[in-house]
């Protein structure tokens, strides 16, 4: 981009922009021209696209980033979406703790009632559950949750969710999907200067009754059974904290034993090099409190409390952290011997377990894309929907998506069911391998500087695709382009799911093993299905021109 030109469209923003904090950092890189021309082009290399998770981006000044003046437009286009859609009813607003979240939330509730349309504001930074859940409580058209869930500090992030009017039955209070999003972004790119969008009152702050309701209808999902049981737990610095122990001890449990460090919201997430409890070392405070309290389980939330990760103690003193579909596969397990009726999602990157779980009880499957937009619309009468990256509906009628608190609940019941019982949730885990094989899985995951080696690598696996898995030829090629940039891979006893992420400059391989339990030895399975998921890592890193 040319240096007048950088220019000129950094004045014409500056001009715009409602927030005296980004005007200042962006006459400052004025100034610095041009030494500050790379940094410039960036924040002006084009807006943050409006997807189906909404806005993500890094807190900054310019149409590239997270700040009021992007906000301002992305809530005047979605206010207009809604009303050009003939959508009644009120806008549910909701915020993390995050750096900016309470100024975007409030301008979104001023740009809404400058529309003439009500705004309903939760009364603090709390989980995005809670605002999912108030969507479908208070007849919303829409919702708007502030957060960037588990990114990094310098983030922040813009969800949408529709109302029952907008979303249909299936897709009631949950996420928006396609043409949606789509809409949205061109209503966004229709708005014109922000002086000329009106702005109202700051909408109605609803009461902690919200909060007290969202914990009420959570604490209900669980049926009536043991609560003797020792929790450790953390938020990671996020939102999920004073909830989730109300709804336990709401539920009948005793409040967990929390992470200290880690207790309070804090934007800037200190003691974690990334607040996601998938990353390395991000649940190391959390195992040291488990230890020291003699917990029977451990458990984490990310920020925003939509994702759940949970760890089990060995018998040697260390704990180990499940994977997402280890504690999927005990969920679904857990509603099908309640007699929970209904169908059984997940996707189509996920363990197939649940597949054969809902095969040999008869029980419906269904298997969507990735995202949790698509996995609550799998089916109406959804019972439970799981993803393996820590996402888990385990209760659709209350919250019609991720919900971090929720799962929590449910994982704490089955565990304090089978302490009753003397039995702990490994002990579940191995019964289940001996019934079903073992289930293992595992993740490729690589970074890139440049997107173009992500779509090398796809172009070089359609070219010259593997032609056996772990020595057994394949029994099933999926391509499913157009519709989506994704290859399967399948034999009979192992599985290759090949995508670019959608959030991240990555690609990413799902890999999974099949090993049926000779003479009931599981860890003799465990330990054969880990060689063949080293062999499979291999073998598809190579065939990615990886290797």
């Given amino acids: 981009m040319a240096s007048d030109d950088l220019r000129a469209r950094a004045t014409a923003w500056l001009a715009d922009d409602p927030d005296p904090a980004t005007r200042a950092e962006l006459t400052a890189l004025l100034e610095r021209l041009p030494a500050s021309a790379d940094e410039l082009a960036d924040r002006f290399a084009g807006p943050l696209t409006f997807g189906t998770a909404g806005l993500r981006g890094q807190l900054r000044a310019g149409p590239n980033g997270m700040n009021l003046a992007v906000v301002t437009r992305a809530a005047a286009g979605l206010v207009g979406w809604l009303a050009a859609q003939g959508g009644t009813g009120p806008l549910v607003i909701g915020y993390d703790a995050r750096h900016g979240s309470k100024a975007f939330a409030e301008q979104t509730a001023r740009v809404a009632t400058g529309a003439g349309r009500e705004a309903l504001v939760l009364p603090r930074p709390l989980p995005t559950p809670v605002l999912a859940w108030a969507v479908r409580e208070f007849g919303a058209v829409a919702g708007v949750m502030v957060t960037a ?237 799981y993803e393996e990256a820590l996402g888990y509906c385990v209760a659709p009628g209350h919250v019609r998506d991720k919900d971090g608190i929720t799962a929590a609940l449910r994982v704490a019941e089955l565990a304090a069911a089978l302490k009753a019982q003397g039995r702990t949730l490994a002990d579940r885990l191995d019964e289940l391998a001996a019934e079903f094989g073992v289930y293992a899985t595992d993740q490729l995951s690589v970074r890139v500087d440049d997107l173009a080696e992500i779509a090398r690598a796809m172009t070089q696996v359609r070219d010259k695709p593997p032609v056996t898995l772990l020595g057994a030829d394949l029994t099933e090629v999926e391509d499913r382009l157009p519709a989506a940039d994704v290859l399967t891979f399948r034999t009979d006893a192992a599985r290759v799911v090949i995508r670019p992420s959608g959030t991240e400059p990555k690609l990413k391989a799902y890999l999974e093993v099949v090993e049926p339990v000779r003479d009931g030895d599981v860890p003799a399975a465990r330990t054969r299905a880990a060689a063949a998921l080293t062999a499979l890592r291999a073998e598809i890193a190579a065939a990615l021109g990886l290797g």
């Avoid at 949606?180 to 966004?188: M, V, W």
């Avoid at 109605?204 to 309701?213: D, H, I, P, S, Y």
């Avoid at 604490?219 to 109300?246: D, I, K």
Wanted: hydrophobic share 45%; net charge negative.
């Fill in 149 to 385: 869930s588990h990114n990094p500090p310098q983030d922040n992030g813009y969800k949408v969710y529709l109302g029952a009017a907008l979303g249909g039955p299936a897709g009631a209070g949950a996420q928006i999907v396609p043409p949606a999003d789509a809409e949205i972004e061109a209503a966004i790119q229709a708005v014109g200067s922000l002086t000329e969008v009106p702005l109202g009152e700051p909408g109605t702050v609803l009461t902690e009754a919200v909060v007290q309701g969202y914990v009420d209808s959570a604490a209900a999902v669980l049926a009536p059974g043991p609560r003797e049981l020792r929790v450790a737990y953390t938020p990671l610095h996020g939102v999920g904290g004073a909830v989730l122990a109300a709804a336990f001890t709401r539920a009948g449990f005793a409040a967990p034993a929390v992470v200290a460090e880690q207790a309070e919201p804090d934007p800037a997430f200190p003691t974690v090099a990334f607040p996601n409890p998938e990353e390395p070392g991000a649940m190391d405070l959390l195992l040291a409190l488990a230890t020291d309290t003699g917990a029977d389980l451990a458990i984490a939330n990310d920020p925003d409390a939509d994702r759940c990760a949970i760890a089990l103690p060995g018998a040697d003193g260390t704990w180990r952290p499940l994977r997402g579909d280890e504690l999927g596969a005990l969920l679904a397990d857990h509603l099908q011997r309640q007699g929970i009726p209904g169908t059984y999602a997940t996707t189509i990157v996920s363990s197939s377990l649940l597949r054969a779980l809902c095969a040999a009880r008869g029980m419906p499957y269904a298997q969507s894309l990735t995202g949790f937009k698509w996995i609550v619309r799998a089916a109406e009468d959804l019972a439970y929907g």
